[in-house]
């Protein structure tokens, strides 16, 4: 069987923290849900299963992953090239996973449907997408998402810069 206590999760050699929620969520005993996460730098980014009161002024789980992608995927017999690009999405819940002794942290996201550019270099999207599994080392930073119309999102991202023409 296994525990659950009330402090941040902190394995060795590790600076993230996941806090733990409530034993009922938990699915089994090598995974474990979690509602928040603590960088390094002290940065705590939530998950939507943490705004259990759909809260919108504490909306603080959506993110920018930096992941590596293939450039020639749609080439079966091309060299793989990888390169870093960014992806938009919402943190449902971090989960760890115990596999041979080892501790992995992951993240299960909703990711945001082709981003577009605006004017001025603003970023706005129509709609989510698919859902999928990152690791939490993955995560770059927290963004906004605020809605300005029906099916219509903006991008809140310090690191955007606008251009005024």
């Not at 902190?10 to 996941?18: A, F, I, R, V």
């Not at 943190?91 to 992951?106: C, D």
């Not at 998402?145 to 903006?154: C, G, H, Q, R, S």
């Amino acid at each position: 069987m296994f525990q659950i206590n009330e402090h941040p999760f902190n394995p060795q050699n590790n600076e993230e923290k996941l806090y733990s929620l409530f034993k009922e969520h938990i699915p089994n005993n090598t995974i474990q849900k979690y509602g928040k996460l603590q960088t390094k730098f002290g940065v705590i980014i939530g998950s939507q299963f943490s705004n259990h009161k759909g809260d919108i002024f504490r909306n603080n789980y959506s993110i920018v992953a930096k992941l590596l992608i293939d450039k020639n995927a749609h080439y079966p017999r091309a060299p793989i090239e990888l390169k870093e690009q960014e992806f938009y999405g919402q943190v449902l819940f971090y989960f760890t996973h115990e596999h041979e002794s080892e501790i992995l942290k992951f993240a299960y996201v909703h990711w945001v449907r082709s981003p577009e550019v605006y004017v001025n270099n603003i970023r706005y999207f129509h709609s989510f997408g698919e859902m999928g599994v990152i690791n939490i080392t993955t995560i770059d930073r927290c963004v906004g998402f605020l809605k300005i119309a029906t099916n219509k999102y903006v991008i809140i991202d310090r690191e955007n810069q606008i251009t005024f023409k």
